[in-house]
C-alpha cells in the first residue's frame, strides 16, 4: 500500500478528529474545574487543525 500526500493527510485528518474528541470527552467528563475548559479548547483547537488538513487534501 503505497501512501502519497492524500493519504497521510487523510490518516492525519482522522488521527486529529479522534485526539479532538478523547480531549473534549476529558474537558467534560474528567475534569470538573477550569482545566476541564482548556481540555475542551485545545479540543476545538484539535478539529480546526483536522479542518485545515482535509481541505490541503488534493491541493498540496
Known amino acids: 500500500m503505497a501512501m502519497n500526500k492524500?493519504?497521510?493527510?487523510?490518516?492525519?485528518?482522522?488521527i486529529m478528529v479522534f485526539?479532538?474528541?478523547a480531549l473534549i470527552g476529558l474537558g467534560a467528563f474528567r475534569y470538573d474545574?477550569?482545566?476541564g475548559?482548556?481540555?475542551?479548547?485545545v479540543g476545538v483547537g484539535f478539529f480546526a487543525n483536522a479542518w485545515v488538513f482535509n481541505?490541503?487534501?488534493?491541493?498540496v
Open 37 to 41: 475548559w482548556g481540555f475542551a479548547a
Open 19 to 21: 485526539v479532538g474528541f
Open 33 to 35: 474545574d477550569v482545566a
Open 55 to 59: 481541505a490541503l487534501k488534493g491541493r
Open 6 to 14: 492524500n493519504t497521510v493527510l487523510a490518516w492525519a485528518t482522522w
